[in-house]
């Protein structure tokens, strides 16, 4: 858990440890002032302004994989440890946040045709997931991607998904955008579905850095999904997978 990265001394301590790493955080800081300044305020619309800037750059990147070889082994990552919690082939599957399909490739070519939806609100990133759909020949799987630009779910019918993933998405946003999501997600989740989330923990002081990444306490998010219905968990046994937390979302 990160505990104190909203700290100038953690930032100072950062920066003298890794110099490399400094250019590229001012590039950051310089995008934040130009894109807010721009009149982008709109968490959404400011974020689709940093995707298009990334994808540009390289959409494995955007996706927060340095290399190829990265990109496959976080989607492995993501999707092994679905099918180890029960993802069948026969299950509905919607990927909030699904970027140029990083584990989503893996979850289309292990479901039945029509049963995944991928949805982003970056139209340069799902450009790039068609050219995956493309290059993983998944055409017969008929996948389903969606540009949206909230997180309300108006275009899905009720009780329509037995699993909704989110990996590296709630880590972006501020708290209203999560509390949307929660807000929405429970009517468009089967009786028995779950939603798997992932989020930055900390046990310190809630913060963001650069109005890209959020740092949440793990209590918060579960009390906010109980405000809405929902009975949330932390899943254990997925911390040595990877840094971030990941939380489970229920029906009650």
């Known amino acids: 858990m990160a505990d104190d990265r ?5 930032r100072i301590r950062y920066a003298l440890r890794n110099p490399r790493r400094i250019r590229p955080y001012l590039r950051r800081a310089w995008r934040d002032l130009r894109f807010r300044l721009s009149g982008r305020r709109d968490h959404v619309a400011f974020y689709r302004e940093v995707m298009r800037d990334d994808v540009a750059s390289d959409p494995k990147k955007a996706v927060g994989s340095a290399t190829h070889d990265r990109w496959l082994a976080l989607g492995a990552v993501q999707f092994d440890y679905l099918v180890e919690h029960g993802l069948r082939a026969d299950h509905d599957v919607l990927e909030i946040g699904c970027g140029n399909l990083r584990a989503g490739w893996r979850i289309i070519e292990h479901l039945e045709p029509g049963r995944y939806w991928g949805t982003d609100i970056s139209p340069d ?3 790039a997931a068609n050219r995956t759909v493309q290059r993983y020949e998944l055409q017969v799987k008929e996948p389903r991607l969606h540009l949206v630009d ?33 807000a929405h997600v429970g009517r468009i989740l089967r009786p028995r579905g779950r939603f798997d989330l992932t989020f930055n923990a900390t046990r310190g002081k809630e913060h963001h850095v650069l109005h890209e990444d ?9 009390a906010l999904a109980g405000r809405h219905g929902l009975k949330a968990q932390v899943m254990d046994d997925w911390a040595p997978r990877h840094k971030q937390a990941k939380l489970r979302v229920t029906r009650v």
């Open 6 to 10: 909203y700290r100038l001394t953690y």
């Open 125 to 127: 990133v799902l450009l």
């Open 150 to 182: 909230d997180l309300t779910f108006a275009w899905s019918p009720s009780d329509r998904f037995d699993l909704i993933h989110a990996h590296s998405v709630f880590s972006h946003c501020p708290i209203e955008v999560i509390d949307e999501c929660f």
């Open 214 to 222: 959020y740092y949440y306490q793990p209590a918060t998010l579960i």
